[in-house]
């Protein structure tokens, strides 16, 4: 029976215990109970030759579906005939893949919407050509015997945030709608895993995350104080403009297999299982940690077409960018909502039948 992997549904404020989405940072990742990935280039043709061409692209923790096609293989069958080879290089986080974008380190990277428009308004030509999973990845995080009970009581505190990030915006979002000047907040940037290090230590009194992290710290007694789903954006895929100018049809083999994979999450309880398992071992989690994360704040059953609802979070999000100084102008932010989308590769993959699981 096809079981949908499905978000807990619920209104704009969803209460006090939230978990935030995300990739294992390298200095914290120890202390997290994580290991850390590393970059993995799958074998050549028999013979031993080069490749005629490599394509290069992300994997990450908080995108499930990138774990799961690594470790089935699948793009490699998709290209590997068309004498394409496939790179797979590890994302910390949604900043550690715009670094990437930016330098055309990779072709293809899994960012938030968030960062991807940030990145864009900043210059970069990125152009985001599907959606991955709309999660609900970030909320802000006390350390076990906390007495933060709200936003309101982050006033005169320091809090940990990756800058760039859908958990950095969750945080300036919520300080923005519970009426605390930013000002009045230490923001400390640091990479997910270290924040998770930071609020256990105790130099921090807050922090905004990302999942599987903070599901592994809630585990060990964090407590989620502010979820907001309104304030988390879309695990989007993006690609450097070179790339779709000039290798479109790999970069549609790319969306295709997503979906192809997504079909085989769905397709049964057996498949969501070995999904979580795959999460697991990567991210050095316990099994039950990786299931809470599919199971309560992962949804793949969604469109693969950046569509209206990606627009529209990426409206909401874009005037803080703007007025927070982290985007060049309000301009900028607006130029990069109009002309980041470029939905045909999704439309495509969406509209063809999709075999769930290929020769899984």
């Given amino acids: ?21 995300g990739g294992l940072g390298l200095g914290a990742a120890a202390a997290a109970g994580c290991v850390v990935p590393g970059e993995q280039t799958r074998p050549g043709p028999v013979d031993g ?35 394409v080879g496939v790179h797979w290089v590890f994302s910390a986080g949604s900043n550690k893949a715009n670094e990437n974008l ?17 990145s864009r308004a900043n210059g970069t030509p990125i152009r985001t050509i599907a959606v991955a999973n709309r999660p609900e990845w970030a909320a802000l995080v006390r350390a076990p015997g906390s007495d933060v009970d709200d936003v309101a009581a982050l006033a005169g505190s320091v809090a940990a945030a990756t ?11 919520a ?12 923001i400390l940037n640091l990479q997910h895993a270290d924040g ?37 954006t879309f695990d989007v895929l993006n690609a450097t403009q070179r790339f779709l100018d000039e290798r479109p049809e790999v970069a549609q083999t790319v969306v295709d297999v997503y979906q192809q994979a997504r079909a085989w999450v769905l397709a049964s ?20 940690v990786a299931r809470t994360v599919l199971a309560e704040r992962t949804n793949l059953d969604v469109s693969p077409v950046p569509g209206a609802d ?29 002309q980041i989308v470029e939905p045909a590769f999704a439309q495509r993959a969406a509209a063809r039948p999709t075999p769930a699981g290929g020769n899984a």
């Fill in 1 to 21: 029976m096809r079981r949908p992997v499905v978000a807990r549904p619920g209104a704009r404020t969803l209460g006090r215990r939230a978990l935030l989405a």
């Fill in 49 to 83: 030759g080069d490749w005629a061409w490599t394509l290069n692209l992300d994997y990450a923790t908080y995108n499930p579906l990138s774990l799961v096609i690594r470790a089935k293989g699948w793009l490699d069958e998709a290209l590997n005939p068309d004498d």
């Fill in 102 to 118: 930016r330098a055309e380190a990779i072709e293809v990277g899994s960012t938030a919407g968030s960062a991807a428009l940030l």
């Fill in 163 to 173: 800058r760039g990030t859908d958990p950095y915006f969750f945080l300036v979002q």
């Fill in 175 to 186: 300080l923005r709608e519970f009426d605390v000047p930013r000002e009045r907040v230490e």
């Fill in 196 to 232: 998770r290090t930071a609020l256990f230590g105790g130099s921090v009194q807050a922090w905004s995350g990302l999942d599987p992290i903070m599901a592994d710290a809630q585990r060990d007694g964090a407590e989620l104080f502010y979820r907001n789903l309104a304030f988390n």
């Fill in 269 to 288: 309880d057996a498949n969501v299982a070995e999904t979580a398992r795959i999460l697991a071992e990567e991210a050095g989690l316990d099994a039950a």
């Fill in 310 to 338: 990606f627009t529209t979070a990426l409206n909401g999000v874009g005037p803080i960018m703007a007025e927070s100084g982290d985007a060049r102008s309000l301009d900028a932010v607006q130029q990069a909502i109009e």
